[in-house]
């Protein structure tokens, strides 16, 4: 089928830019590596929109949390990511996981059947020169990799990603850990794994004393994000650095002694059936043999048998301040927008809106006209200012959605009110911009308002 743009890579922001633009009127070739010959170290599958290194989407919370309004806005766009992310979510408190097989199965079903899209199993490793969207992800071929740096001028920027271990539930002693969501959050989403001190202390000391992979020569000097850091990397830091961070015990009362235990392990869902658990900020480079010796040592994991275990992998990014325009297109080569975290936004959600708004802006360029950005007040357009020229070039580094983002409430509100208030104020940003934009059909809306959990109806 011919086609009137190219979409290279299946992940979220990939997926959700074909839906996007199929949605809107226009014939999608979308070219995905893997199922074609190709994979990379972290994926395990070719399905589309496959999430690697979790299953959660973060914060639910529209009211209070700027990944929560994220959520929010994105369903009032229309967003397929977040269709089949409701579709299939699983208990995690008042954040929002999925099972990971069936929300691939889903976007690839969705994605496939669409009559407008034609997805190729095929590597691209040149830069086109028809109408693009490149949302190739963290770990871009390399080839692609070469041609973007060598239009660019600059080597890209990249750091490393690293990926938590899943058990199996049946192999978690039930007899030692709890069920319950932090402060009694949003039910017994999560399995608290208890320390005492000792207990903490050596796994501390285990950790710093494991073998790590080792990196290649190419890679030493690549920083991490600070978002996604190796557990062991942060115990590096100083031995209550956890207790601080990923096991903090604070608001988890351990029903077998009415008290907070020094430190805490949680493990989140991670498939709809409740048999396979994500070890919460548990991402790591140990080596195989000693993430089963040393992650065995938390009670009630001493017999827990692993599903999958941690890894690492590269993952980069390009200098988008630099050189991309307002609309997402590379300055040098404007028929070529980026999306995705190839952009340096952090985290599934955020990557899929960048896909999202990509894909609107370049509809719009189609039929010769001009979408204004989304408000700065809003979350994806917070986002996308930060991505297209509100970073600092020189110091540029991924970044998740945050109020920070965006512009300062001017009037006086109380501190307990200021997150409130940063979504009132995006919320109505967002409705005064569709409406002056007018872009989805109403038969599109009605289709989503039926899709939306009653919460956010």
Same mark, same amino acid.
């Given at each position: ?30 070219s ?29 919370d ?97 750091f ?33 794994c ?23 020569d ?8 600070e ?14 650095t ?61 017999q ?7 890894g ?14 307002g ?14 975290q ?16 990509? !894909? #609107?802006? +370049?509809? &719009? %360029?189609?039929? @010769?006209?001009?979408?204004? $950005? *989304?408000?700065?007040?809003? =979350? ?45 104020? !995006? #919320?109505? +940003?967002? &409705? %005064?911009?569709? @409406?002056?934009?007018?872009? $989805? *059909?109403?038969?599109?809306? =009605?289709?989503?308002v ?8």
């Open positions: 089928m011919p086609h009137d743009i190219h979409i290279i890579g299946g992940g979220l922001a990939g997926s959700e830019a074909a839906w996007q633009l199929a949605e809107a009127g226009l014939r999608v070739r979308l995905e590596m893997r199922g074609g010959g190709d994979s990379t170290p972290a994926h395990e599958s070719d399905q589309l929109a496959e999430m690697v290194c979790s299953n959660s989407f973060r914060s639910d529209c009211e209070h949390n700027a990944v929560g309004l994220l959520h929010q806005e994105m369903r009032a766009l229309g967003s397929l990511i977040m269709r089949a992310a409701d579709q299939h979510r699983v208990p995690a408190g008042s954040a929002l996981a999925v099972d990971r097989e069936a929300f691939a199965a889903e976007v690839t079903c969705a994605v496939k059947q669409h009559p407008r899209i034609t997805v190729a199993r095929e590597r691209v490793d040149a830069l086109p020169d028809h109408p693009a969207i490149i949302a190739t992800g963290p770990l871009t071929g390399s080839k692609l990799a070469e041609a973007i740096a060598a239009e660019t001028g600059s080597d890209a920027l990249a490393f990603d690293a990926i938590a271990p899943i058990v199996h539930r049946d192999s978690i002693d039930m007899d030692i850990c709890w069920m319950a969501a932090r402060w009694d959050k949003g039910g017994k989403d999560y399995i608290n208890p320390m005492d001190r000792g207990q903490y202390e050596a796994f501390v000391a285990a950790l710093n004393a494991g073998k790590k992979t080792e990196f290649k190419w890679e030493r000097d690549t920083p991490y994000f978002g996604c850091m190796p557990i062991e990397v942060m115990a590096t830091r100083g031995v209550d956890l207790r601080h961070g990923p096991m903090k015990p604070i608001g988890l009362d351990n029903p077998r002694t009415g008290r907070w235990p020094h430190a805490v392990v949680q493990l989140r869902q991670d498939n709809a059936l409740g048999t396979l658990w994500n070890m919460v900020g548990f991402q790591t480079k140990l080596k195989h043999g000693e993430q089963v010796r040393i992650f065995r040592s938390i009670p009630g994991l001493e827990a048998e692993f599903a999958r275990l941690g690492i992998h590269r993952n980069s990014f390009i200098n988008s301040p630099k050189l991309l325009d609309e997402l297109r590379l300055k040098s080569r404007p028929n070529i927008r980026f999306a995705g190839i952009t340096g936004c952090e985290g599934y959600v955020e990557s899929a809106a960048i896909g999202l708004i990509a !894909a #609107r802006f +370049a509809a &719009a %360029e189609h039929t @010769g006209e001009r979408l204004p $950005a *989304p408000p700065p007040e809003t =979350a994806i357009g917070a986002l996308l200012g930060h991505i297209t020229g509100g970073a600092d070039a020189d110091t540029y580094q991924p970044m998740n959605v945050n109020f920070g983002l965006m512009p300062p409430i001017e009037a006086r509100t109380r501190k307990a009110d200021r997150k409130k208030a940063y979504t009132d104020r !995006a #919320r109505a +940003a967002l &409705a %005064e911009w569709q @409406g002056a934009i007018n872009t $989805a *059909p109403a038969t599109v809306r =009605a289709e989503l039926e899709a939306l959990p009653l919460s956010a109806k």
